[in-house]
């Protein structure tokens, strides 16, 4: 009998440890459970949010031009003009387009950027479209090279101030080549003084230019709405973590008692 009860109680001393680490590691079980629950519940509010700005963007590009100058007020008091459709006549000064390094539909080429020159003496930088990496040069496509007053309906975009990206190129302004739209080195190398220069861009709509160049409608609109995967990845961790430690408790209560 004795040696039964010394058995006895040692076993229950090396098992109540055991359980009391439990309870030690409660309170960051319970801090990892909180950030885990917490991130799930922020990818969610930024899965509406990114719902409604997708449904925002889809009212204007399908909204009906508004005159330039209604994007210019808009975008004098500092409202969002991305996207907003913009129709705008005046004459396009080819001798000076840029060219923005691109790719369109598999193609390498650029995006041909030319100043419109408004009835005000003003100018504005059309992203006109998509020319294959051939056709660069302006002689390459002369047909496209259209004269006289025109009409230009498109999507306001607005200008950048720094580089997207450090692993962008610098872009190589002696070649006529941007790899990010520097909208003040474009008015530097055009020669166009920049009170003189509408402080956005338009990008041209898909309305077919004479000789097929440069081709119209590039714009990209790519906003991947992925917070519901990440929503539900997060709370999954959450969930994980939850059966883990209840197995853990269950197991440490059961432990305890023999």
């Known amino acids: 009998m004795p040696v039964k009860a010394g058995l006895i109680v040692t076993d229950s001393v090396s098992a109540k440890p055991s359980h009391r680490g439990l309870w030690f590691a409660a309170p960051l079980v319970l801090l ?80 041909i950027y030319t100043p419109l020159r408004l009835s005000d003496g003003r100018a504005i930088f059309i992203n006109r479209g998509f020319v294959p990496y051939e056709m660069k040069e302006p002689s390459k496509r002369e047909a496209g090279e259209v004269a006289g007053i ?11 101030t720094t580089k997207p990206s450090s692993l962008l190129p610098e872009n190589d302004l002696a070649k006529n080549i941007y790899y990010w739209k520097d909208w003040s080195a474009m008015a530097s190398r055009a020669g166009i003084p920049p009170a ?13 230019n004479p000789g097929g160049w440069p081709k119209g409608g590039v714009t990209l609109i790519d906003l991947p709405n992925n917070h519901l995967q990440y929503a539900i990845t997060w709370y999954g961790l959450a969930l994980a973590l939850v059966i883990v430690v209840g197995f853990a408790y269950v197991r440490g209560v059961r432990n305890s008692r023999e």
């Open 32 to 111: 990892a459970l909180i950030i885990l629950v917490a991130l799930g519940t922020w990818q969610v509010k930024r899965m509406y949010w990114k719902e409604g700005l997708l449904a925002d963007i889809q009212q204007r590009i399908h909204a009906a031009p508004a005159p330039l100058s209604d994007i210019e007020a808009l975008a004098a008091s500092g409202g969002d003009i991305e996207y907003r459709t913009v129709a705008l006549s005046g004459t396009f000064d080819h001798t000076k387009e840029q060219h923005f390094f691109a790719t369109f539909e598999g193609q390498t080429g650029y995006y």
């Open 196 to 208: 003189q220069l509408v402080p956005f861009f338009v990008d041209a709509s898909a309305a077919s």
């Open 150 to 160: 025109v009409s230009v309906e498109g999507l306001a975009r607005a200008r950048l």
